[in-house]
């Protein structure tokens, strides 16, 4: 029976780390870390994230300062927007909450954002900095997963690391942060020709398809570490919904060593991050060393 990698405890564990650095911050230098969270339009999840990102930054002694526009906001409002959000010195992170409604160009709204308070990684800046194994700001998810592995592991080197999904917020940054901790990564996606095949051989499994319960137990190697990032809302036999990853949990909690539970895995560690990477933006912006406990 595999252990259950437990995102929620570490996210709590990391959260408090954080708190201790930003009461450190404000009673050693002034600084209150700020966050500004720009929210366009209605959509309900999103409004749900935005809330939450709130609440727990708050809960940490983050600033969170909300920007709730219209769906109709123009480009060119929300570029207004973010320059004075660049400008402003009390914000030293942004994050627009993904996704943006249609009419909005999405790439030119993150390359708008000051890469140094990109919080969310996704500038252009960031993907070519975490590529090239420099100091930037790495997305949060993959970040948060990658610190559930390294709980679970210690040293990932010399492992085999299979990835499936390679986009660009998720797969991708998973692939060069793996590569920088020296596994062997394998990226498999939509038009990989034998996914279970592909599986076989790996010692880390970190899925990120968006395809409910995909991956089945028997494609496992017996002991492999499971991050399942996947978060899809099925209809249950009762006619209620529930959230499943994109693992099927219950036959692969017999295969695995270690598995993460949708929910209360990845999902916890993503917001964590995000605090933290506002964290490590405002040190940086102040030249201000973080604590190492
Ligand atoms: P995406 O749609 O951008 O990318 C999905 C990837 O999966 C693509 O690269 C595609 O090639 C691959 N894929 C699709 N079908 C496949 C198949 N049958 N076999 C192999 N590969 C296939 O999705 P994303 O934004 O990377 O998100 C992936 C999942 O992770 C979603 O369920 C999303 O909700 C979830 N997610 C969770 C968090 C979190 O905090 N836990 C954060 C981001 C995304």
Redesign the pocket.
């Known amino acids: 029976m595999a252990k259950i990698i437990e995102g929620k405890r570490c996210a709590s564990n990391l959260k408090i780390k954080i708190t201790r650095q930003a009461n450190y911050l404000q009673e050693k230098h002034g600084i209150i870390p700020g966050l500004a969270v720009v929210l366009v339009g209605q959509d309900p999840a999103s409004q749900v994230y935005v809330r939450n990102k709130g609440k727990q930054a708050k809960e940490c002694g983050i600033t969170s300062i909300e920007h709730k526009l219209d769906t109709n906001t123009s480009d060119q409002e929300l570029l207004e927007l973010i320059a004075k959000l660049n400008q402003d010195p009390v914000v030293n992170g942004i994050l627009v909450q993904l996704p943006l409604p249609n009419h909005i160009d999405s790439a030119k709204v993150l390359k708008a954002i000051d890469s140094t308070k990109d919080v969310d990684g996704f500038h252009p800046v960031n993907v070519g900095l975490l590529s090239i194994g420099d100091k930037g700001m790495i997305p ?2 993959p970040l ?1 997963s990658l610190m559930l592995l390294q709980e679970h592991l210690g040293d990932l080197s010399g492992k085999h690391a299979v990835i ?8 991708k940054p998973m692939f060069n942060l793996l590569l920088q901790h020296n596994c062997t990564v394998t990226v ?5 020709c034998n ?1 279970e095949y592909t599986i076989q051989s790996a010692d880390i499994v970190v ?6 319960q ?1 991956i089945k137990g028997s494609w496992l190697k017996p002991g492999a570490v499971v991050i399942d ?4 809302r099925i209809k249950t036999a009762l006619g209620t919904t529930k959230l499943v ?2 693992v099927d949990f219950d036959s692969a909690i017999d295969i695995a060593s270690a598995i993460t539970p ?1 929910p209360g ?7 964590a991050c995000l605090l933290y990477n506002t964290l490590i933006a405002t040190c940086r912006q102040h030249q201000i060393e973080m604590l190492t406990t």
Do not use: E, K, Q
């Open positions: 949060c998810t948060g499936i999904g390679r986009s660009n917020i998720v797969g498999a996606h939509s038009r990989t996914l899925a990120a398809v968006g395809v409910p995909l990032v996947g978060i899809n990853g994109d949708v895995g990845v999902g916890p560690m993503t917001i």
